[in-house]
Structures are given as structure tokens and as C-alpha cells.
């Protein structure tokens, strides 16, 4: 989300705005808000109209939905193949943040190097952003979970030799891989309203602790885009379009200049794509290419990629006052827990400039700015 702000009208406000998101938005594993509980009838709702719902509700401007990848909801949902266990674990969890590499951040943008595409993004130097990054919270895991099990099962029943239970899988026209489909459909659409409603609460956050009116703070949608699904996608293969079925796992979606599916907003300089840093460094805005449209099914990568694995973080953590820090570098960070901010702490990830540079150079992303970190929340 870009706002209206300057770096320098919210600086001596920042611990303020952080502690109000901090408070408006629920944290870490299996949290959400008291007053948002949902019925099984509109859970299901949920499912089936994705970010829309929460627009209905009055969490959301319907010009929100137009700078959703997929306008907020995929298409083929089927509620009825969401277990009673995965509706118990998601009916009180909308609008939740949830722990682990999620987060919530308060950015600024410290460099632009595409002034004519940042400006079609709405983007300036030392405006200040937020980034949310969540997903379909207990929900979609439990949908995973669950098919899982079938899967296993289905790739050998299918002559699937796998080699890590990880990638098992099923034909798309069979019964378990169009059941998956229905179901993981499901629970992008209750991933897309989640983060609608968080950027419902994120807009009230502003108001709050900076003292002023939604059209002050400015707070409107960027660009939501997906990293971990499968949709599908029409592609030149070998002289003729066809539909395929992409599946991309920390990637994301990179639609070049000119594709009907970029808002028409960007149509001129390509589809955004976010790739997020660490919390004490840097987060990228990109755009997607023809060549990764030609190469990559459209595709780019999604974040730095840890260095470090979580139990190796933790190890070095030991003794040391993170968020001290971090506030040292300028950065305020709120959690759930401290084992979160260990395992997130920046050395635990990569540089991304350099995983963004090779992106750049692959032709498959096109960098517009960089974003610095300036407040964060996590689970």
C-alpha cells in the first residue's frame, strides 16, 4: 500500500502507529480479533467471494479489488471440499497476521530507478509504504493437511514414483487433483479477504494514531499479488496458446507491459511485483517483462530466501537484544514472541538487493524502487 505521507511527517509518530497496528491487527499462531467471528454460512461466503466480501462489509473501498491478482477471488472455489476442521480453524481467524515470515511494515521509499514507472505506481522518494505479507492462516494449512493424506495415496494408485512425499500429486482431470483444485481455490479467496481486511484495519491504524482523515493519510492499494498457488494461466507454447495449469511456490506472478490482466493503471510499464527483504534492510518494487512472460510462465521469485535455517537464527540470537538493534538501525519492531524475531532476525536471510539484482538481470523483473523498514510488526 502507498500512502500520502512523507517519511518526515510520521517519524516522530512511528512507535505510535506501530503500537496501534500492533493492537488492531492480530498476531502470531492461531490469533484473531473478538469482534470478528464468523458463522459457517459466511465463512462459506467467504471462500466463494474472497476480498469482495470484505468489501461488502465495509472493510474496503471497491476500487481495492481492480489491484488484486485475479480481482481478489479464483475462480472454481468450492467450499463444500473444506473440512469441518479447516472451518473451525478459519472462522475466527480473518483479518489476522499470523506468525512465522509474516509480517506487517511500515516502509518508506528510499530509492526509485524507474521514475516513469514509479510514477504509474503512484510511488515518490520518502513516501512512506506498508507491506503485509499473510496468507490463508490455520485455514489453508488444514487444507493442505488434508489433501496431503489423498495425494500420498493418489500418486501411487496412479504410478507416481515421488521423490520427497512433499511433491506428491494427481492428475488435474482426476477426481483427487479437481477436488485439490476446489479446495485450494477456497482458501486463496479466504487469503485474499484476509489481507483485505487487515488493509481495512491498516487504513483505521493511520487514522488513529496519526490524528487524521482517510483522505489525509492516503492509504490505497499498490498491488496484491500471490506466491504459493496454483491458477490457470494462458501461455504461448511452441507457436500455440494454451491453457496451463502454473503452480508457483515462492514465486510470484510478473505480467508484462501491455497483458489484460495487469490493472489497466500499470498496462503501460508492467504488473508490480513485491519482493520483500528482512526487517532491518531493504524490500523491493519491481515490474514484470516480456521475457519472463516468453520464460517463466510469467514468474519471478518471492523474498531474499533465508541464510539460515530457524534453529540455526535462534542459536545466534542467543544473548543478544534484537529489538535494541533494530531500533538502533531506525527500526521499531512489535511481536507476538521473541523466538519469532530470532528466527526472522535480518542475518537469518539473504541480501535480497543481490537475489533482486540477479532477477534484473535474468530480464525476468525490472527494478522500480526500494523500500526501507522503518517500523514492523510480526507474530
Keep these: 500500500m502507498r500512502s500520502g505521507l512523507s517519511r518526515a511527517e510520521i517519524q516522530p509518530r512511528v512507535r505510535d502507529l506501530v503500537t496501534r497496528l500492533y493492537q488492531n491487527i492480530p498476531t502470531g499462531i492461531g490469533k484473531g480479533r473478538t469482534d470478528l467471528r464468523l458463522n459457517r454460512q459466511e465463512l462459506t461466503q467467504v471462500l466463494t467471494q474472497g476480498a469482495a466480501w470484505a468489501v461488502e462489509k465495509g472493510m474496503g473501498y471497491e476500487e481495492d ?17 473444506v473440512s469441518d476442521r479447516a472451518y473451525q480453524r478459519g472462522r475466527n481467524q480473518l483479518g489476522s497476521l499470523g506468525s512465522g515470515n509474516h509480517f506487517a511494515e511500515i516502509q518508506y ?3 526509485i530507478y524507474d521514475e516513469a514507472a514509479a510514477a504509474a505506481l503512484g510511488l515518490f522518494q520518502d513516501q512512506v509504504t506498508l507491506t503485509i505479507h499473510s ?19 493418489a500418486a501411487a494408485r496412479y504410478g507416481i514414483e515421488l521423490p520427497d512425499r512433499q511433491l506428491c500429486c494427481a492428475p488435474l482431470q482426476s477426481p483427487e487433483g ?53 491458477k490457470f494461466e494462458t501461455f504461448e507454447i511452441e507457436g500455440r496458446r494454451r491453457r496451463l495449469c502454473v503452480h508457483r511456490k515462492g514465486a510470484t506472478r510478473a505480467y508484462p507491459p501491455g497483458h489484460p490482466q495487469t490493472p489497466e493503471a500499470y498496462r503501460e510499464v508492467g ?3 513485491l519482493i ?3 526487517m532491518g534492510r531493504y524490500s523491493y518494487v519491481l515490474v514484470g517483462t516480456e521475457r519472463a ?55 537469518a536471510y539473504k541480501d535480497v538487493s543481490a537475489v533482486v539484482d540477479v532477477v534484473e538481470g535474468a530480464g525476468i523483473s525490472r527494478q522500480v524502487a526500494q523500500l526501507k523498514p522503518i517500523g514492523v510488526i510480526k507474530g
Aim: aromatic content about 6%; charged content about 25%.
Design 271 to 273: 504488473q508490480p511485483v
Design 65 to 81: 479489488v481492480g489491484f488484486l491478482e485475479e480481482n481478489g477471488c479464483i475462480e472454481g472455489a468450492r467450499p463444500d471440499l
Design 178 to 230: 479437481r477436488d485439490y483444485l476446489g479446495a485450494m481455490s477456497a482458501a486463496a479467496n479466504f487469503a485474499f479477504a484476509n489481507r483485505q481486511v487487515m488493509t481495512h484495519w491498516a487504513r483505521e491504524s493511520f487514522m488513529q494514531a496519526l490524528s487524521l482523515g482517510p483522505s489525509q493519510a492516503g492509504l490505497t492499494v499498490v498491488y496484491d499479488v500471490c506466491h504459493n498457488i496454483a
Design 276 to 278: 520483500p527483504g528482512d
Design 109 to 111: 521509499v528510499a530509492e
Design 293 to 347: 512472460y516468453r520464460e517463466t510462465f510469467g514468474s519471478t521469485c518471492h523474498g531474499a530466501g533465508r541464510r539460515l535455517s530457524r534453529r540455526q537464527a535462534k542459536k545466534q540470537a542467543r544473548g543478544r537484544k534484537l529489538l535494541d538493534e533494530l531500533e538502533r538501525e531506525g527500526v521499531v519492531v512489535m511481536a507476538a514472541g521473541m523466538a519469532t524475531v530470532a528466527e526472522e532476525m535480518p542475518e
Design 135 to 153: 496468507g490463508s492462516r490455520g485455514l489453508g494449512h488444514q487444507v493442505c493437511s488434508d489433501h496431503l493424506r489423498v495425494m500420498v495415496e
